[in-house]
C-alpha cells in the first residue's frame, strides 16, 4: 500500500465557525464550503484527518466527554455527504490550564505532535500533503512536520500569514476549492 496523502485540517475556524470553545452541538456552524472543499479533496485522492487544539478542556470551559459527543455528530455530518474523515487528533492542554490538563505539550499546535502521531498511525506521505489552518500556530505545526502545502484560511483575516515560509493565505473557502482544483 503506498504512502496516503493527507489533507489535515483545523476545526475551530476551518470546519466550523469558531465562536469561542465550542462544545455543545447547537454552537456548532459549519463554515462555508467546507463539505465542497472535502468532496473534491476526496475526489483528488486525498483523505482528511482533523487536527485541533482544545484548551477549553484545560480551562475548564467543558470535558473530554463532550467534546467526543460534538466530534461523533460532526463526523456524523460529514458522513451524511458522503465524507469520510480518517482520523481525528485533539490536544487537551494548556500551560494556563488545571490539573492534568496544565502543561505543555508537544501535541499543542505550532508543536507537530498530533501530524507527527498521525504519520505513525497512518503511513502518510506528507511531501504531498495539505494542511489547512486559520491560525499561525497551524501553519508553524504544518511547517515543522514537514507538510508540503500549508494553506492559511482566515476570515477575518485578523493575524497575518507570513508569506516566507510558503504559505498561501485564503480568506475563502470556495477559493481553497478552486486552488486544489488547479493544483
Known amino acids: 500500500m503506498s504512502a496516503r496523502k493527507i489533507l489535515f485540517l483545523d476545526r475551530d475556524g476551518v470546519i466550523n465557525v469558531d465562536t469561542g470553545h465550542p462544545h455543545v452541538i447547537d454552537e456548532i456552524q459549519f463554515v462555508d464550503g467546507i463539505f465542497d472543499l472535502c468532496t473534491l479533496a476526496c475526489d483528488l485522492g486525498y483523505q482528511i484527518i482533523i487536527i485541533t487544539n482544545q484548551a477549553g478542556i484545560a480551562k475548564g470551559h467543558y470535558d473530554e466527554e463532550q467534546f ?6 460532526m ?3 460529514f458522513t451524511k455527504r458522503g465524507i469520510k474523515i480518517l482520523d481525528y487528533y485533539f490536544c487537551p492542554h494548556h500551560v494556563d490550564g ?3 490538563y496544565k502543561k505543555a505539550c508537544n501535541h499543542r499546535k505550532p508543536e ?12 502518510i506521505d506528507l511531501k504531498n500533503s495539505i494542511i ?5 500556530s497551524d501553519m508553524e505545526a504544518g ?3 514537514k507538510v508540503a502545502t500549508l494553506l492559511f484560511f482566515n476570515v477575518l483575516s485578523n493575524e497575518e ?4 515560509n ?3 493565505k485564503f480568506t475563502e473557502l470556495s477559493d481553497i476549492t478552486q486552488y486544489l482544483k488547479d493544483k
Open 98 to 100: 488545571f490539573g492534568k
Open 112 to 123: 507537530p505532535g498530533m501530524i507527527l502521531s498521525a504519520c505513525v498511525d497512518h503511513d
Open 161 to 164: 500569514a507570513d508569506m516566507s
Open 143 to 145: 511547517r515543522r512536520a
Open 132 to 136: 489547512i489552518g486559520d491560525k499561525m
Open 68 to 73: 467526543q459527543r460534538v466530534m461523533e455528530w
Open 166 to 168: 510558503n504559505i498561501k
Open 75 to 77: 463526523l456524523g455530518q
